[in-house]
């Protein structure tokens, strides 16, 4: 369920589908965090379904893609899953045209959604 979750994140993202971001988190969830990625790029912090929605919707037109390439389990909290790192593969119209690697963290909550999830550009080494 908690990938399940990612998935649906990324699935919305990617298609401009605000429903389906509403339907990513958890319905008392504490943010939603995407920072810079490239320079005139700026970051992005959600604290409610709204401000979720909104985003999802001004990014559709940059087709924002992510592809998942790991994800460390590190346990439950309560009811909730943490993950991290989490490490991806981001494209989008606007961040040129190389695949940026993005890593970042979240927190699943049981059987609601992402509660937190954290994420920003992995700098090559």
């Given at each position: 369920m908690a990938i399940g979750a990612l998935r649906t994140w990324i699935?919305?993202?990617?298609?401009?589908?605000?429903?389906?971001?509403?339907?990513?988190?958890?319905?008392?969830?504490?943010?939603?965090?995407?920072?810079?990625?490239?320079?005139?790029?700026?970051?992005?912090?959600?604290?409610d379904t709204s401000s979720l929605m909104d985003f999802v919707r001004r990014r559709a037109p940059y087709h924002d893609r992510w592809t998942l390439q790991s994800i460390t389990f590190n346990g439950w909290r309560e009811n909730r899953l943490r993950m991290g790192p989490i490490f991806f593969l981001r494209t989008a119209d606007d961040l040129g045209s190389t695949a940026l690697e993005g890593f970042g963290k979240a927190e699943y909550e049981c059987p609601s959604g992402l509660y937190v999830l954290s994420v920003g550009r992995r700098e090559p080494w």
């Open positions: 699935r919305a993202l990617a298609t401009g589908d605000a429903d389906l971001a509403r339907r990513s988190v958890a319905p008392g969830f504490v943010w939603v965090r995407v920072n810079r990625f490239r320079t005139p790029d700026s970051p992005f912090v959600a604290r």
